[in-house]
């Protein structure tokens, strides 16, 4: 079993930045899984946001991130990163760090979920 908790969310203007943490407890997740992150806003579907393969080699956003955020990860302290810079009213939504195989996190079933974080942008 792997717990995923987020931190980091809060409350910021646009054009601001945030930098999200993931930590993972329970088993030594490090070279196992593909980690991502997910958001969703009020009233709509949980969508992928950005991911990283487990050496941290490769990353993959959506197309509305790119050049605003990046995904990091440091296994030697089971922590994934988002660090989001240029923040957009539009990013305002609960954000999901997801572990998992790539598959899984491609199909937006990851095998473990983290609580949530709010992150709220005001314009």
């Known amino acids: 079993q792997v717990e995923l908790v987020e931190s980091g969310g809060g409350l910021v203007q646009a054009g601001g930045s945030l930098r999200l943490s993931c930590a993972a407890s329970?088993?030594?997740?490090?070279?196992?899984?593909?980690m991502g992150w997910f958001r969703q806003c009020p009233g709509k579907a949980r969508e992928f946001v950005a991911a990283?393969?487990?050496?941290?080699?490769?990353?993959y956003s959506t197309d509305s991130v790119k050049g605003r955020f990046t995904i990091s990860r440091d296994n030697a302290k089971n922590t994934v990163y988002l660090q989001m810079n240029s923040l957009k009213p539009e990013d305002t939504a609960v954000y999901y760090c997801?572990?998992?195989?790539?598959?899984?996190?491609?199909?937006?079933?990851?095998?473990?979920w983290g609580q949530g974080t709010q992150v709220t942008v005001s314009s």
């Open positions: 997801a572990a998992g195989p790539a598959s899984a996190i491609q199909r937006a079933s990851p095998t473990y």
């Open positions: 329970g088993r030594t997740f490090s070279s196992n899984y593909v």
């Open positions: 990283i393969n487990r050496s941290g080699s490769s990353t």
